[in-house]
């Protein structure tokens, strides 16, 4: 049961564009989504999050926009450059609980 | 920033061997360490949850006996593939609570694990 769905395998976008990842879940639970960045062969590095109690948060060229009645999530690049060039997770996690829950990752590439 | 050191970053063994993964927290103390497993193109999929001090919880599906979680000490936690089979190859990720904050989460270099 994937309770936490990145439905694009991969996104190409052109440098300078905007590069918008998506992610859908269907744990009503959930209160705290993560956006985690991953290279390969090393672990995942922290973004950006957002609590269910907001609709977005912005944090320099990142951007998270939270749907709680659609249970979807995006995470906004803009302007994207080739160092995002990575694959993205989304994660989520329920109040009082330690663990996260994962997307399957959408793998990001930017061109030039 | 806290730092999770994880080693080795890149393993090769022989079916039926044993393999012991560590992960340790650099300058913070992990009361809670997780454990996660990634297969190519796929999700990170948490193993076990493991608290210093008692007995890690699994997630359901994994096995206890083959794969072997000690958190002995606020610093370091170890886990042991036993008996690997080609099956387990896999790439496996460790993560540390830093803080009560849901954003307090760091993660492990990553270990690739192939068994041939």
């Known amino acids: 049961d994937q309770q936490v769905k990145q439905n694009s395998p991969s996104l190409s976008v052109q440098e300078g564009r905007i590069s918008i990842l998506n992610c859908d879940y269907t744990?009503?639970?959930?209160?705290?989504f993560l956006w985690y960045k991953k290279y390969p062969a090393e672990g995942p590095t922290f973004l950006i999050s957002?609590?269910?109690?907001?609709d977005k948060n912005e944090d320099g060229r990142f951007t998270v926009f939270l749907n709680k009645s659609a249970k979807h999530l995006s995470l906004h690049i803009v302007p994207s450059q080739p160092g995002d060039s990575a694959v993205y997770f989304c994660?989520?996690?329920?109040?009082?609980?330690?663990?996260?829950?994962f997307g399957q990752g959408t793998r990001l590439t930017i061109n030039p | 920033g806290a730092v999770v050191s994880q080693h080795p970053s890149r393993v090769i063994c022989k079916s039926g061997t044993s393999v012991k993964i560590e992960c340790r927290s650099l300058?913070?103390?992990?009361?809670?360490m997780f454990w996660y497993r990634q297969f190519p193109k796929q999700s990170l999929m948490l193993m076990a949850t493991?608290?210093?001090?008692?007995?890690?919880?699994?997630e359901q599906g994994v096995e206890k006996d083959k794969f072997l979680i000690n958190h002995a000490s606020l610093t370091l936690s170890t886990l042991t593939v036993t008996s690997a089979h080609p099956e387990d190859s896999s790439f496996y990720i460790c993560?540390?609570?830093?803080?009560?904050?849901?954003?307090?989460?760091?993660f492990g270099s990553g270990t690739r694990l192939t068994v041939v």
């Open positions: 993560s540390a609570r830093i803080g009560v904050t849901n954003y307090g989460y760091t």
């Open positions: 744990n009503s639970m959930f209160d705290y």
């Open positions: 957002i609590s269910s109690i907001k």
């Open positions: 994660a989520a996690s329920e109040q009082g609980a330690q663990k996260l829950v």
């Open positions: 300058d913070f103390q992990a009361t809670t």
């Open positions: 493991s608290n210093e001090g008692s007995k890690a919880t699994y």
